[in-house]
């Protein structure tokens, strides 16, 4: 995978909340589509329903109207009728008229039978003996009456004005040769119609043609209108008393909801006081010219949208949830994928670093010439590095795991080495390590310095020990061809002394044992000339002194052959720095310096002209200055066991001067020191400083004491830049 991929920022093309507010915004549509969906359904299906009823009503209110349609008719023809009409002050044939009404009304269940003359005035009804009998009766606004004497059948339905009651008034003219004598009227209850219809749970109406309710199942609304009348219409309600007292008919309060499009349409009116809405449907009877209005509440219809609502509301809660579900699983993985490659990332990071570390310590490891060795608690070997196989020529799998005593122990030391592993194995350990012989696998001594710590883990605790082993067979070589060295400059200085020794001694002798040569030649002489004694007496004397001249010339000859073996006619110069000269001597003296503890400080002026001098006898002369500086020193408290080294240029001469912080030299002596064999020391000799100054002079320069402020001796030579010829 690639890192770039991984980094690279995701851009989305819509912004987040953008994205989600036209999620929600189509949603919401969705869910008010859906509920809009259901609406509908539910409405066509209840328009469906509302068809069906108002087919039923309206063939109930057509078999009702159907019913007594023949009636008027057949009466009409009745000869009673029209000989009533002829006579209607006959009793009798009222009589008889009345009766037959009666009858007829009884066996086809009108409400009401009657016949008016041309006036208007009724003759005859079948309730002719009744309290609210028609008999009598004026009919002549009525507007079926109208209707029918002008020759036409007529059906009205009206409150009937006798009784208050309403009802279907169906009017057949009675004629006689085409002349229109009188109407006979049958009145109909719709009663029934009535009581079939309050069972319905939702309004059912009957209106008329100007649109007033004249049958309804709600009785509120009862002669209201379903808009507002015209003057005109008003005022002919009044005069034909069409529904009696009821001649207002003021406009219902509903309001209503058409398409154009659908053949329902809604009705929203006040229902006891509570608003209710209600999906209706007309139908028209023409022959009556009455409108058939059924209701279904549309409540029912509001709760399908509202279903529908809450169900797919819900549906895009649940959908919802499951995206966002979705979406954080998707993030938990896409995260738990990131961790992955994070860790991912990190552990090859990290190997590459402990392979690094490794490769780093390898290195380290086998470039180290200090032998490693980490042991366990009880001396197990649990590591050596590639050195420390070298050093004890021994393989790493030949020493791990190997427990004392050590296979490269050495074999004179045993006892030693058992103890200082068991002294470090109990926690023993000094500081400054310890020197320790062991033997390599090819027989040679390797002489090691052991240091030891501790070996912690990670937690803290102690594992065991870990050792590092210096090999110093080297150093050590070196410090004893130091000592031999050393060693050998005292036996050469000493031979130098006694050198001189001798030369001064055959200086001395000289002299005199060439006066003693002479002496002795002289005494041959006169032995040799009368008046001496002859015989053998002076011949023996004689024979004496050649043999006193022989010796003496023979000791003279030998002193002087020392002599010149001691002090070499030509020195050998050379040019040569000091500095370098002085490393040399303070090389050679280090081992006795370190011994004692003496510190030495050096003052070496910068660009210090080189000389020509003999370097060996120049190296004499400070070996011999700073020994007795270490042997003043040595005794002194440690922070006196200093020796100052200055070398500074004058005019002419390099000036070097050695100082120390020992007893010092009593103003006294300052002189005596540079006398031949003065010394204060048990096994001095006192030649030391009377050859410096000898050596000194040599090469043109001078040798003294420099008195100082009373606290240790400061001797002081000089150095002829241009060196004595
Ligand atoms: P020696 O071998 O006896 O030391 P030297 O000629 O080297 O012969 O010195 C002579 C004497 O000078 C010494 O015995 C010592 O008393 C004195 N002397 C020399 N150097 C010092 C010094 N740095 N401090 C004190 N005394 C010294």
New binding site residues.
């Given amino acids: 995978m690639s890192p770039n991929r991984a980094t690279q920022p995701h851009r989305p093309r819509w912004p987040r909340r953008l994205r989600q507010a036209l999620l929600g915004l189509l949603t919401l549509a969705l869910i008010a589509a859906a509920g809009e969906w259901a609406a509908r359904r539910e409405r066509q299906a209840r328009t469906e329903a509302l068809q069906q009823a108002l087919q039923v009503y309206t063939l109930g209110l057509r078999g009702v109207a159907g019913r007594f349609d023949a009636l008027p008719y057949a009466t009409a023809r009745y000869p009673d009728i029209l000989a009533l009409l002829q006579h209607p002050r006959d009793q009798a044939l009222r009589a008889r008229v009345n009766r037959s009404f009666e009858d007829l009304q009884g066996r086809t269940d009108s409400a009401a039978l009657y016949l008016i003359d041309a006036q208007g005035t009724a003759l005859a009804a079948s309730n002719w003996n009744t309290r609210d009998s028609f008999v009598g009766q004026s009919y002549q606004r009525r507007p079926y009456f109208v209707q029918a004497l002008q020759g036409q059948r007529s059906a009205f339905y009206g409150v009937g004005m006798t009784t208050g009651r309403p009802g279907l008034f169906i009017a057949e003219p009675v004629r006689q040769q085409g002349r229109v004598l009188g109407v006979v009227a049958v009145k109909v209850s719709l009663d029934a119609v009535e009581q079939t219809w309050s069972q319905s749970v939702d309004p059912v109406l009957l209106l008329d043609a100007r649109g007033i309710v004249f049958l309804s199942s709600v009785p509120q609304w009862l002669y209201r209108s379903r808009r507002p009348l015209a003057p005109e219409d008003l005022r002919q309600l009044g005069e034909q008393r069409q529904y009696g007292e009821h001649a207002d008919a003021t406009a219902l309060p509903w309001s209503i909801e058409r398409r154009a499009d659908r053949p329902d349409y809604l009705l929203h009116a006040s229902l006891d006081g509570r608003p209710r809405s209600w999906l209706a449907l007309d139908a028209h009877l023409p022959e009556l010219g009455w409108t058939l209005t059924v209701t279904a509440d549309n409540a029912e219809v509001e709760q399908a949208r509202r279903q529908a609502l809450v169900l797919s509301t819900l549906a895009a809660a649940v959908l919802l949830l499951a995206g966002l579900y979705w979406q954080q699983r998707e993030r938990r993985f896409a995260e738990q994928r990131q961790a992955r490659r994070e860790l991912e990332q990190r552990v090859q990071e990290r190997t590459q670093d402990l392979q690094q570390a490794h490769a780093f310590q390898k290195a380290m490891e086998d470039s180290l010439v200090v032998g490693m060795r980490a042991r366990d608690r009880e001396g197990r070997i649990i590591y050596v590095n590639p050195a420390l196989c070298e050093m004890v020529g021994l393989r790493a799998d030949e020493l791990l795991g190997c427990t004392p005593p050590y296979p490269y122990w050495h074999p004179d030391d045993l006892d030693r080495h058992q103890r200082e592993s068991e002294a470090t194995l109990q926690g023993r350990v000094a500081p400054q390590g310890f020197e320790s012989r062991v033997r390599h696998r090819d027989g040679h001594d390797v002489i090691t310095r052991v240091y030891t710590a501790p070996l912690i883990d990670a937690e803290g605790r102690q594992q065991g020990w870990m050792s590092s082993v210096v090999d110093i067979t080297s150093q050590k070589q070196a410090e004893a061809r130091q000592r031999e060295q050393a060693l050998q400059l005292q036996r050469s200085a000493r031979l130098a ?1 006694l050198g001189e020794m001798a030369s001064t001694l055959a200086h001395e002798l000289n002299q005199p044992l060439m006066a003693l040569s002479s002496f002795a030649l002289a005494a041959r002489a006169l032995a040799a000339h009368p008046p001496l004694p002859q015989g053998d007496g002076g011949a023996l004397l004689i024979s004496a002194l050649d043999d006193i001249v022989a010796q003496a010339r023979r000791a003279g000859e030998i002193v002087q052959r020392i002599r010149g073996f001691i002090r070499p006619q030509h020195s050998r110069r050379e040019t040569c720095a000091l500095p370098p000269l002085l490393d040399h001597v303070l090389a050679l003296l280090q081992s006795d310096l370190q011994a004692h503890q003496v510190q030495i400080e050096l003052h070496l002026a910068p660009d210090l002209p080189e000389l020509r001098i003999d370097r060996v006898l120049i190296e004499q002369v400070w070996i ?2 700073l ?3 270490l ?2 020193v040595q005794d002194q408290p440690p922070a006196r066991r200093r020796i100052e080294i200055a070398v500074q240029p004058t005019e002419q001469t390099l000036e070097i001067r ?1 100082r ?1 912080h ?4 009593p103003p006294a ?1 300052a002189e ?10 048990p ?10 100054r000898t050596l000194v002079e040599a090469h043109g320069g001078h040798l003294c ?1 420099q008195q100082t402020d009373g606290e ?2 400061c ?1 002081s030579f000089t150095l002829p830049l241009t060196p004595a010829p």
């Avoid at 020992?662 to 030299?665: C, D, E």
């Avoid at 005596?672 to 020391?681: A, E, G, I, L």
Wanted: net charge negative; glycine share 16%.
């Fill in positions: 002394s011999n200055l020994q007795n500086a042997q003043a050695v120390d020992g007893p010092g030299i002596l005596q020191v540079f006398t031949p064999f003065f010394s204060t020391k096994e001095g000799l006192g030649l030391g400083l009377s050859i410096c004491l240790g001796a001797f």
